[in-house]
């Protein structure tokens, strides 16, 4: 017989895009489920969680940390994730970790020998972008997370680059091509947004202290929103 677990059993919540989902993670990934498509994740977060508790034979009671993706990302989907957590939180007594999404991305890539860029569409045709490094200590900032043009992005870019991100949908053919060979593309699998890494780099912050005050935790927009946008709040 095994060694009981002693790691923290985490539930995380994936919401920045188009694709997401929830895990839970004890020290290893115990299952996920994958959403993607229009439907908004308030009709599916729920029902998701109720889905991985009853086939892993958990009760939500035994979750110890929850975890969500901080951003940036889409507006809306990061403050269905966040009130989710919130209101999770306030109800099971439970600690909160917040995750970037671009670090979670890149994390999705542990073994990259190169820099990793993850992107997502800012829309306005500017992306937003980060630029990642895995060393002995483990993923390494070499540009935090920023929103800036295609362009402007590969300025900061120097050799090869592995990218992922759903804003390659939108600019994936540009950066092969202004890239070139320097253009590196992660596995279709590993290339968009995942609860279990959100969840990987939860328990590393939360072994670390790194908790967040579920009461004043905001998504990390980058810029205004649309509705900030008229009543002329203007970007950070």
């Given at each position: ?124 045709d500017e992306v937003f972008a980060a630029l990642y490094r895995f ?102």
């Amino acid at each position: 017989m095994g060694a009981q677990n002693t790691s923290p059993l985490i539930l995380a919540f994936e919401t920045s895009g188009e694709t997401g989902g929830v895990a839970l993670y004890q020290g290893r990934l115990l299952g996920e489920v994958l959403l993607s498509g229009s439907i908004t994740y308030s009709r599916r977060l729920l029902p998701a969680v109720e889905f991985l508790l009853q086939h892993l034979g958990l009760q939500l009671a035994a979750v110890d940390i929850l975890a969500v993706s901080l951003g940036p990302g889409s507006f809306t989907g990061l403050r269905i994730g966040l009130a989710t957590v919130k209101g999770l939180a306030l109800t099971l007594g439970k600690p909160v970790v917040a995750v970037e999404t671009l670090a979670a991305l890149a994390a999705l890539i542990p073994e990259s020998p190169y820099p990793i860029c993850p992107v997502l569409d800012a829309r306005r045709d500017e992306v937003f972008a980060a630029l990642y490094r895995f060393d002995q200590h483990g993923l390494q900032t070499l540009l935090p997370p920023t929103v800036l043009t295609p362009e402007a992005l590969c300025e900061r870019l120097s050799g090869p680059t592995v990218f992922l991100g759903e804003g390659l949908r939108s600019y994936g053919e540009f950066f092969r091509k202004r890239l070139g060979r320097d253009y590196l593309e992660a596995p279709g699998h590993l290339r968009e947004g995942r609860a279990c890494s959100i969840a990987y780099l939860a328990e590393k912050k939360a072994l670390s202290g790194e908790f967040a005050d579920p009461a004043t935790l905001v998504p990390l927009y980058l810029r205004a929103t649309e509705a900030e946008r008229n009543r002329g709040v203007s970007d950070a």
